[in-house]
T-cell receptor
Framework: KQEVTQIPAALSVPEGENLVLNCSFT??????LQWFRQDPGKGLTSLLL?????REQTSGRLNASLDKSSGRSTLYIAASQPGDSATYLC???????????FGAGTTVTVRA | NAGVMQNPRHLVRRRGQEARLRCSPM?????VYWYRQLPEEGLKFMVY????????ESGMPKERFSAEFPKEGPSILRIQQVVRGDSAAYFC???????????FGNGTRLTVT
């Protein structure tokens, strides 16, 4: 059974600081890994998707790395802004693209 | 182009009542997925449906829970005789087919009193 852990559970940083969010998973035979953003009372917005054959993906200020052998992924957010305040979720799938195993999330607060 | 639409946004039910949660997928999407987010826990997969077919219900509780996606109309997640432990956020996602990213709705927050 795939277990996904996100550390820390919460993070507070001043505006402009870089953010580093960690995700670990127990079964390295993953199909893909996704990072989502969740705002309070809202749904999930997909930020980045990394296929199992890839090592990283980038979109604007966001960069996600994947190390399958060690069961880890890291999401970097450069030059954080107050608008980046949200909960960030990591999700992995083992052998298809719909049965995602989610971590409990890291709640980020960026202070102006 | 509307996203995944879920209603109601909030639902309050007393113990023993029935809860019906609705999900309209994005236009052009024929695959629907339901996930549940319990307080302080990650989202957990419940069921995957295509029109008139349940493809994978391995995450559904064995009793009281059912899901359908009829030929016409939204997908329905039905919870009979609700208990306090059913209180959670229920998210629906849709995709146009296999190997496509999932698009999530804003969820229905169910509270059982």
């Amino acid at each position: 059974k795939q277990e996904v852990t996100q550390i820390p559970a919460a993070l507070s940083v001043p505006e402009g600081e870089n953010l580093v969010l960690n995700c670990s998973f127990t079964d390295s035979a993953i199909y893909n890994l996704q990072w989502f953003r969740q705002d309070p009372g809202k749904g999930l917005t997909s930020l980045l998707l990394i296929q199992s054959s890839q090592r990283e993906q980038t979109s604007g200020r966001l960069n996600a790395s994947l190390d399958k052998s060690s069961g880890r992924s890291t999401l970097y957010i450069a030059a954080s802004q107050p608008g980046d305040s949200a909960t960030y979720l990591c999700a992995v799938s083992l052998n298809n693209d719909y049965k995602l195993s989610f971590g409990a999330g890291t709640t980020v607060t960026v202070r102006a | 182009n509307a996203g995944v639409m879920q209603n109601p946004r909030h639902l309050v039910r007393r113990r023993g009542q029935e809860a019906r949660l609705r999900c309209s997928p994005m236009k052009g999407h024929s695959h629907v997925y339901w996930y549940r987010q319990l307080p302080e826990e990650g989202l957990k997969f419940m069921v995957y449906l295509q029109k008139e077919n349940i493809i994978d219900e391995s995450g559904m509780p064995k009793e009281r829970f059912s899901a359908e996606f009829p030929k016409e109309g939204p997908s329905i997640l039905r919870i009979q005789q609700v208990v306090r432990g059913d209180s959670a956020a229920y998210f629906c996602a849709s995709s146009p087919g296999n190997n496509s990213p999932l698009h999530f709705g804003n969820g229905t927050r169910l509270t059982v009193t």
